[in-house]
């Protein structure tokens, strides 16, 4: 990770100054304004880099803003993905009732015609049988 990265950038630039600092105290009288330039050089640097871990920061944030943004997009298009879906389910249900009602009607007016149609064979039968007696 980016922060990660400057801060260990960070950690090795303290230590830099610290290993300087103990160096300058066995350093002779005229290197120390060397010693102090290039600690004030890596100070400079220190700082450079907490605005780098800063700046790193404010982006990592932003992208967890958007990471949640996103998220709660989804989570919204998948109710609308499961509402769609029930409705799609009812829809298809009450069609094949509806073509259930409409096999069962036909059903039902067909054997009550046949049992009509039975029923006037057997009337015709009784009369013909009627008739043929006289």
Do not use: P, W
Request: glycine share 2%.
């Amino acid at each position: 990770m980016e922060v990660e990265r400057i801060q260990g950038e960070i950690d090795k630039k303290y230590q830099e100054v610290a290993g300087v600092q103990a160096d300058m105290k066995k350093a002779q009288h005229m290197m120390l304004d060397f010693y102090d330039k290039y600690i004030k050089h890596l100070y400079t640097q220190i700082a450079e880099l907490e605005k780098q871990k800063e700046e790193a920061i404010q982006k990592l944030e932003e992208e967890q803003k958007k990471l949640t943004e996103c998220e709660q997009n989804v989570k919204v298009l998948e109710k609308h993905k499961e509402k769609k879906k029930e409705e799609y389910e009812k829809e298809q249900k009450e069609i094949e009732m509806k073509q259930l009602n409409e096999t069962a009607s036909i059903k039902h007016f067909r054997l009550k015609r046949e049992r009509e149609e039975e029923q006037e064979i057997e009337e015709l039968m009784e009369k013909l049988k009627g008739n043929n007696e006289y």
